[in-house]
């Protein structure tokens, strides 16, 4: 999709919000009985990086990123409107958020995901990263997917 626009932003950003609403209505129905155990890790307060994807002034798409560890950022709350799909938004904003996280210094990305959304684990197959096993707080939980990807961090230096 040629005439995609995509922003840095924060949590804030009411249409990472009302995207982001969609995303939870998605996994309600995904997750059923399991969903009150994610939601309490899916909180967007204060998240400093978001992404959101716009068509045509559209918000389309959005995803996060948030410290994990000292090397390593967090992929979040990565949605494409249903409408949307099938057009290499997601891998568009995922590649946007990596290359944040490697300006901020971090080497590799993680994320969790779960075995009731098929097309995401295949998507960020395709993009490079790999199943680990379950950290944090996804440990023994059966419906969680768990992966990294090796990044390269790409430190700003300030111009003089």
């Known amino acids: ?3 995609l626009m995509l922003i840095r932003t ?3 950003n009411a249409d990472f919000r009302t995207l982001v609403a969609l995303l939870d209505k998605d996994l309600a129905v995904r997750d059923g009985d399991d969903h009150t155990f994610y939601a309490q890790f899916n909180k967007v307060d204060a998240i400093k990086e978001v992404i959101v994807a716009y068509h045509n002034a559209i918000a389309v798409g959005c995803g996060a ?10 992929v979040k709350r990565m949605f494409v409107h249903p409408d949307y799909r099938k057009q290499g938004i997601a891998a568009k904003v995922l590649n946007e958020l ?4 490697a300006e901020l210094g971090f080497t ?7 075995k009731k959304q098929p097309e995401a684990i295949a998507l960020y197959l395709k993009l490079g990263y790999h199943i680990t096993p379950n950290y944090g707080q ?3 939980v059966d ?4 992966m990294i990807k090796t990044i390269t961090a790409k430190l700003q ?3 003089a």
Do not use: H, Q, R
């Open 10 to 12: 924060d949590s804030d």
């Open 143 to 146: 419906n969680s997917v768990c």
């Open 108 to 114: 590799a990305c993680v994320l969790e995901t779960g």
């Open 157 to 159: 230096t300030p111009s």
């Open 65 to 74: 990123i948030k410290l994990f560890s000292a090397t390593e950022a967090e």
């Open 98 to 101: 990596e290359s944040w996280a």
């Open 1 to 3: 999709m040629s005439d």
């Open 138 to 140: 996804y440990i023994g």
